[in-house]
């Protein structure tokens, strides 16, 4: 059986985490993840503290193993959200989208074990100092908010880097992701893309169905211009966002032009006028499965990789 130093730290099963998507990773599929022996995790986002409370009640309601919660720290309420995470002890914080210290204390005082996102060494080794149980070290082939590192690139130079636990997440959709992960001494994965199909993966059917019938050359980034570059499948939005960037609006345009776009395809599945993020492994994605099932799979088919590797060892 697969198991990492992370799983102990952790409380877990299995070193996979499933990634904190807005608008995507609610109380429903976290809580099938983390049953599943995996770390389950319900995404903050941009909503307010009682929304939140509410969801980390309902996947207690159905589940009794360690979960996390991510927390967006451009968000208009992370403060709040931060009290809550505090306030419920929640197992695991991720953190995304900035530097977590000015909360750090009051939740590892709290008994909450920090495990911020990272796209550079320099902030891994910052909230290594600070206290963080481990670091998700994720490369540019993210779905959603990305860097500029690759996966490849990325997990070798953290790992070299910090004494903790490194996550590796960017490009994994498979044991042999998992397994290459490894191999670059990760301790565990963090996989978004495969879980939007998932049967308990709440996003609209419109949303899954443009997953399952993309292809290797099917996503693109915008933003770069804004210095908050996301990831996307590309669509009518997309294409239409590039063109705007492209003709040198302000960020304040974009921004007003991308307002409520990631909801729109997440809750509405409008194909015109949504965004719809997803990693560059969308062309690997082709069937809805349970997240139990990908689960498994991707932890056999990790094993299974490892196990025939020796093999062509001399």
Same mark, same amino acid.
């Given at each position: 059986?697969?198991r990492?130093p992370?799983?102990?730290?952790l409380g877990i099963?299995k070193?996979?985490?499933? /990634?904190g998507?807005?608008?995507i990773a609610?109380? &429903?599929l976290?809580a099938a993840?983390s049953e599943? /022996? ?5 995404a903050?986002?941009n ?7 509410g969801?980390i ?6 589940t ?9 720290l451009?968000s208009?309420f992370a403060d ?17 989208a900035?530097n977590?210290?000015?909360y750090?204390?009051a ?9 911020p ?5 320099a902030l891994a080794k910052?909230?290594?100092?600070a206290?963080?149980a481990?670091v998700?070290?994720?490369?540019t082939?993210?779905g959603g908010?990305i860097?500029?590192l *690759?996966t490849m #690139?990325l997990v070798?130079?953290v ?5 903790i636990?490194?996550? #590796? #997440?960017g490009g994994? #959709?498979? $044991? ?6 490894l191999m ?7 996989v978004g893309?495969?879980? @939007? ?12 169905? @443009?997953v399952i &019938?993309?292809?290797d050359i &099917? *996503?693109?980034?915008t933003?770069?211009s804004?210095g908050h570059?996301v990831?996307?499948?590309k669509?009518?939005? *997309?294409?239409e966002y590039a063109r705007?960037?492209?003709a ?5 345009? @974009?921004?007003?032009f991308?307002?409520?776009a990631?909801r729109r ?8 006028? $949504?965004?719809?993020?997803c990693?560059?492994?969308?062309g690997?994605v &082709?069937r809805?499965?349970s997240a139990a ?5 991707l932890?056999? /088919? ?5 196990s025939?590797g ?5």
């Amino acid at each position: 059986m697969l198991r990492t130093p992370l799983c102990d730290t952790l409380g877990i099963e299995k070193p996979v985490f499933q /990634g904190g998507m807005a608008w995507i990773a609610d109380a &429903s599929l976290a809580a099938a993840v983390s049953e599943a /022996g995996g770390l389950g995790i319900i995404a903050a986002m941009n909503a307010g503290p009682e929304w939140l409370r509410g969801q980390i009640h309902e996947l207690r309601a159905r589940t009794d193993k360690p979960f996390g919660v991510n927390v967006m720290l451009m968000s208009p309420f992370a403060d709040e959200v931060a009290q809550v995470v505090a306030d419920e002890k929640v197992p695991v914080v991720v953190t995304g989208a900035g530097n977590p210290r000015k909360y750090m204390r009051a939740w590892i005082e709290a008994g909450v074990k920090v495990v911020p996102v990272v796209a550079s060494v320099a902030l891994a080794k910052l909230v290594a100092r600070a206290g963080a149980a481990a670091v998700v070290a994720e490369g540019t082939e993210s779905g959603g908010h990305i860097g500029e590192l *690759t996966t490849m #690139a990325l997990v070798p130079q953290v790992v070299d880097a910090v004494d903790i636990p490194v996550v #590796a #997440a960017g490009g994994i #959709a498979d $044991g042999r992701g998992v397994a290459a992960a490894l191999m670059l001494r990760a301790q565990g994965v963090q996989v978004g893309t495969r879980f @939007l199909v998932a049967d308990e993966c709440t996003v609209s059917d419109a949303y899954k169905e @443009l997953v399952i &019938s993309a292809k290797d050359i &099917s *996503t693109r980034a915008t933003g770069r211009s804004t210095g908050h570059p996301v990831r996307a499948l590309k669509t009518r939005f *997309t294409n239409e966002y590039a063109r705007l960037e492209a003709a040198g609006a302000t960020p304040e345009e @974009l921004a007003e032009f991308g307002t409520g776009a990631l909801r729109r395809a997440a809750k509405d599945g409008d194909v015109k006028n $949504g965004s719809f993020l997803c990693g560059q492994v969308a062309g690997m994605v &082709s069937r809805r499965q349970s997240a139990a099932e990908i689960v498994d799979d991707l932890v056999d /088919g990790a094993e299974r990789v490892l196990s025939e590797g020796s093999a062509w060892v001399r």
